[in-house]
């Protein structure tokens, strides 16, 4: 089982900014798509943000676009997630997946076959 490790996230108030990172282990396939889920505590986890790995064209849930970027690093296998203008619905646990099945849905979490562990993004008012 391929295991992404994540870094990054923390607490910082209304609209304030933090970095977060996934790396996938070196010469994986990891598929074409890899990005960001988050789940708040009693609600589904859904999906964020996405960029296709070799294109670089990036995805983002209507909720995020305009305040989060995504981008990658194909020679260190790493994607990154810069979140600004933080507000406190964007409170949750942000997770990186990639390996989409093929014929699967970017915002569906059961579609992806690779997970990471979970960063905590906390944001006050």
């Known amino acids: 089982q391929v295991q992404l490790v994540e870094s990054g996230g923390g607490s910082v108030q209304t609209g304030g900014s933090l970095s977060l990172s996934c790396a996938a282990p070196?010469?994986?396939?990891?598929?074409?798509?890899m990005g960001w889920f988050r789940q708040a505590p009693g609600k589904e986890r859904e999906g964020v943000a996405y960029?296709?790995?070799?294109?670089?064209?990036?995805y983002y849930a209507d909720s995020v676009k305009g305040r989060f970027t995504i981008s990658r690093d194909n020679v260190k296998n790493t994607v990154y997630l810069q979140l600004n203008s933080l507000k406190p619905e964007d409170t949750a646990m942000y997770f990186c997946a990639a390996d989409v099945r093929d014929g699967g849905s970017l915002w569906r979490a059961t579609d992806f076959g690779y997970w990471g562990q979970g960063t905590q993004v906390t944001v006050s008012s």
């Open positions: 070196r010469y994986t396939d990891i598929g074409n798509y």
């Open positions: 960029i296709h790995t070799y294109a670089g064209t990036a």
